[in-house]
């Protein structure tokens, strides 16, 4: 089983951008689809972001399109996702998610990373 910790989060004034990453253990990294969701405070978790396993493919969620741009290293066992023009909206947890799917990667998640606090102020 893949184990995820995410690192990058802080405070961040609307407009700015923050870059998270998540680093992954084990051999099978390059074996898994990848994803980022976000939970806000008395809201559910959300998606946010997925890469295919090669990392040739991705989808967003629409709040997110345009501004955030998720990217994988394989060889570093590292997701990362960009975030720019940051929105007090974006206030979330952040988490990575490690998916034996890449469609319908929510449904079949197999890793979940511990979060990162990402705050962003008007």
């Known amino acids: 089983q893949v184990q995820l910790v995410e690192s990058g989060g802080g405070l961040v004034q609307a407009g700015g951008s923050l870059r998270l990453s998540c680093a992954a253990s084990?051999?099978?990294?390059?074996?898994?689809?990848m994803g980022w969701f976000r939970q806000a405070p008395g809201k559910e978790r959300e998606f946010v972001a997925a890469?295919?396993?090669?990392?040739?493919?991705?989808y967003y969620a629409n709040s997110v399109k345009g501004r955030f741009t998720i990217t994988r290293d394989n060889a570093k066992n590292t997701v990362y996702l960009q975030m720019n023009s940051l929105k007090p909206e974006d206030t979330a947890v952040y988490y990575c998610a490690a998916s034996n799917m890449y469609r319908g990667l929510g449904d079949n998640i197999s890793s979940w990373g511990q979060g990162t606090q990402v705050t962003v102020s008007s």
């Open positions: 890469i295919s396993r090669s990392g040739d493919s991705t």
């Open positions: 084990g051999r099978t990294f390059s074996n898994k689809a």
